[in-house]
């Protein structure tokens, strides 16, 4: 049997385990429940696959998104591994062969929403020998939680019809309430408890003080910019709002998609499947969206407006950036987002709960100190020192005496009699030219122009600060007015000094050149790192549409990466690229490494012998010679001429995984007798050819020895 390390690397091709996977694995192995709290692109999946592939028996995966479940079965089977889904979704004739073949011991894993598993939960502990039962997105039981399901609260069924099989239940976001209601709510006994760390270092936080519409969509833009073969989310509060930006975007040129509830589900498919397969850069989207999409390449997520819990917001970031590398989180904040939440939550089941969630998330938004630590603590994780991947830790906030500032700010504000919003104001204070501002004669007051040394963008940030230190408050009823309060009434009057944050420059650029045309964006290589990594993400696009699956089931953006950095020319180097198991290394070898080759000006061809080697990588992986013929889709004879030869060469001595002592002696005493006509008598007598051909060069190696 094949230990999880081999596993690993035979299934997966990765090296190593991330923290924790290996004990949540051995655990698993003797028999123990667990449950397992990682966050997202933690490596979740692994914990209960790996058990599944060691174990005798079929392991059942319980999740609640069909999406999800089709891209794991997918990435399973790209591995090689054999797994069904089970959900409302297949045609039923199909749910039951699944079933079916689960029965007959031929499936290693099944995904099964839950539902669906209570329905079947007889047929499946009578028929089926069950190994492990995994579910997954376990914060779903909880009442305390932020996506409260009813359906989990019988699933504590599972464990009274499986007393003896383990049960691992897994979750990317549980506070510590909810926390303890997983474990007793499934009923699980003892069980191994592991709390992975919630850090996500690889993303950098910001959160921009809304900078109006305009500007909002150039930053977006030029997030789009950057990063021009990869893809991003904008979250927006409404159906109407993710439709206009996704228009807006689509306008300037770019390859937008939309995404919320109010769609068609055809539509909404669609949608997904453009951007899963990278056809589309951008979808600009609900909270419907990105449950369950596992797409690992997702570089930046903007959160239009303001999310209504940390949960929520924390599960949205983590969306991107779940191969490890670098990715943002880009947070517009606005004042009247949380009006509008406010409205929500008093709406809601649960007001206090929500109104304190809320009340924390914009606490997050407001904060001048790590925005990592704040989130991490959140998580009940402690943190001792800043991130230094965050706005706040990059350029900390240079406090200023700001009350000149201010008064000019309060003074234009009382001067044209409170009845414009923050953007007005703003273009009086700078002295633009504008048709409104001529039309209304706000050139002809005194502070117009009063602030022309700042940019708009300095001039956003301090009307917010003077907002978030209530000199100034925004008139929701009236058409979002700014007014100024009181104590901004003593600060015009000089009777109160105030101290405000200097302004620094976004984590991006803050709006560049914008596109018009609908043509093709055509990159500009900065590097040849860059270029090579296009071209093999043109190789990955191709097969992924070839197969019919999302890119990411062929590669991920991280082995891509990693292949960019070892250039693999030949099929050995290719086998040690990270995230190349055995399946793969057959079914794309020659693509990829065709491609590199001719980047590096070499012939696209591998080099002879090529073949032989990929026989001989896939046998000392532990593979039969069944198995390689079977995916290589070669003939038997041919992957025993190719062991045969490495034989000869001393590279394979682990002969008896080939042939049997029995036939090497065969074909030994059948040679000694009459070596002439050896061969055919030997064929006549039934043997293979391979087999004889094998057992002479195993012959001829010990004579060598
Ligand atoms: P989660 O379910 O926790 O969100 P996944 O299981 O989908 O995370 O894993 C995220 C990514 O990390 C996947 O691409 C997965 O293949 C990869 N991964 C998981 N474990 C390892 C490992 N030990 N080494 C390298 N990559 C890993
Ligand atoms: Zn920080």
Redesign the pocket.
């Known amino acids: 049997m094949l230990s999880p390390i081999d596993i690993?690397k035979k299934f997966?091709g990765?090296?190593?385990?991330?923290p924790g996977?290996e004990e949540i694995i051995s655990n698993t192995l003797a028999g123990r429940d667990s449950l397992v709290l990682?966050?997202?692109?933690?490596?979740?999946?692994?914990c209960y696959q790996i058990p599944a592939l060691c174990l005798p028996g079929i392991t059942i995966v319980v999740s609640p998104l069909i999406a999800l479940m089709n891209d794991q079965v997918q990435s399973l089977r790209a591995n090689g591994v054999r797994a069904e889904a089970i959900h409302s979704n297949r045609p039923e004739d199909e749910n039951d062969m699944a079933l079916e073949l689960a029965a007959r011991g031929e499936l290693k894993m099944i995904y099964i929403s839950p539902e669906r598993l209570m329905l079947d939960l007889d047929r499946i502990s009578g028929r089926m020998n069950v190994s492990l039962i995994a579910i997954d997105e376990a914060h779903c039981i909880s009442q305390w939680g932020h996506d409260f399901r009813p359906v989990y609260k019988e699933l504590k069924a599972v464990k009274e019809k499986f007393p003896t099989v383990p049960v691992m239940a897994l979750t990317?976001t549980a506070d510590r309430l909810t926390r303890s209601d997983i474990a007793s709510s499934l009923g699980l006994s003892d069980p191994f408890c592991w709390i992975g760390s919630f850090d996500r270092p690889n993303i950098s936080l910001s959160v921009i003080n809304d900078p109006g519409k305009q500007k909002r969509l150039a930053a977006i833009a030029s997030l789009i910019d950057e990063h021009p073969l990869d893809s991003g989310i904008v979250y927006c509060l409404s159906r109407k709002k993710a439709e206009d930006m996704h228009k807006a975007l689509a306008d300037m040129g770019y390859r937008s998609v939309c995404y919320h509830a109010g769609m068609l589900p055809a539509e909404r498919e669609r949608a997904q499947k453009l951007f899963v397969n990278g056809e589309a850069q951008v979808v600009c989207a609900t909270v419907a969206f990105g449950m369950g999409i596992?797409k690992?390449n997702i570089r930046w997520v903007v959160h239009n407006n303001i999310p209504g819990n940390i949960e929520s917001y924390y599960q949205e970031i983590g969306r991107a950036g779940?191969?490890?590398m670098p990715a943002q989180a880009i947070m517009f904040y606005n004042f009247g987002d949380i009006m509008t939440r406010r409205g929500f939550v008093d709406g809601s089941g649960q007001k206090e709960v929500n109104g304190e969630k809320l009340d924390f998330m914009q606490r997050y938004a407001e904060a001048t100190v790590c925005r990592r630590r704040i989130l991490l603590s959140y998580f009940s994780e402690e943190s001792h020192s800043d991130c230094g991947n965050c706005d706040n830790c990059r350029s900390p906030r240079e406090k200023f005496d700001g009350t000149i500032l201010a008064q000019k700010a309060l003074s234009a504000v009382i001067r044209i009699n409170c009845v414009e919003g923050i953007g007005m104001v703003i273009d009086i204070l700078r002295g633009l030219n504008n048709s409104g501002i001529i039309q209304k004669r706000y050139h002809q007051i005194k502070t117009y122009g009063a602030g022309r040394d700042l940019s708009s963008w300095e001039w956003n940030s301090y009307i917010h600060q003077m907002i978030q230190l209530g000199l100034l408050e925004i008139a929701y009823e009236d058409n979002f007015h700014l007014r100024p309060t009181p104590y901004g009434m003593k600060v015009v009057r000089g009777q109160e000094r105030i101290e405000l944050s200097k302004y620094r420059k976004p984590l991006f650029p803050a709006g560049k050149k914008q596109k018009n045309s609908q043509a093709e964006v055509k990159p500009a290589f900065a590097t040849p790192e860059e270029e090579l990594l296009h071209i093999l993400k043109e190789v990955r696009l191709d097969i992924s549409k070839e197969e019919g699956v999302p890119a990411?089931v062929v590669f991920?953006d991280?082995t891509l990466t990693d292949m960019v950095e070892k250039r693999p020319i030949d099929i050995e180097a290719f086998a040690g690229v990270?995230?190349i198991g055995q399946v793969k290394l057959t079914k794309y070898n020659k693509k990829f490494i065709g491609a590199i080759r001719k980047f590096r000006g070499l012939p696209a061809t591998l080099p002879s012998g090529s073949s032989t080697k990929e026989t001989l990588i896939l046998f000392n992986g532990g593979m039969s010679v069944e198995e390689i013929a079977e995916i290589r889709g070669i003939q038997k004879a041919t992957v025993l001429s190719h062991l045969a030869e490495m034989t000869e060469e001393g590279k394979v001595t682990d002969f008896d995984r080939i042939i049997s002592e029995e036939d090497i002696a065969k074909v030994g005493k059948a040679i000694d007798g009459n070596p002439e006509g050896a061969y055919f008598r030997l064929k006549e007598g039934g043997m293979e050819p391979g087999t004889i051909r094998m057992a002479q060069a195993i012959i001829n190696y010990r004579k060598k020895k």
Do not use: I, V
């Not at 990765?14 to 991330?18: H, K, L, Q």
């Not at 990682?38 to 692994?46: A, I, N």
């Open positions: 690993l997966y990765y090296s190593s385990f991330r996977q990682m966050p997202t692109g933690g490596g979740k999946s692994l990317a596992d690992s779940r191969d490890g990411f991920s991280a990270h995230g």
